[in-house]
């Protein structure tokens, strides 16, 4: 593969190189809807599904995490443990919370306040 040394390490020029490519890569990916014209721009269904892009990405960082204890359990420990873990707690207590009071800095609080509640207990 380009670029790779026999000691285990890159040449310089090929690691700025791929970092400039992918930066152009994502800039270009995230303005394109700025320059576009507007009859070019998403409209309908499209434009509504984008606008829960933000949201899906966080929930796809966060639900591993979460999950963890669920689906990979540590050896000898039994998986339903893993109910009792603080990180599950705590993403209940904040889901609780946003549906309950419609108001998500709210729910963000009292997860994470439940999870340093948790987290010292445990």
Known sequence: MGGADPAGGHDPFFVWTTIAVVAVIVAAGRWVFLVL?????????????LSHAPLAALAALLAPQVLAPLLDPAPGVPALAGLLDPRLLSALVAIVVVHWRRNVFAGVLAGVAAWFLLASLA
Not at 37 to 49: K, V
């Open 37 to 49: 014209p507007r009859e070019w721009r998403p409209r309908g269904l499209l434009e509504q599904a």
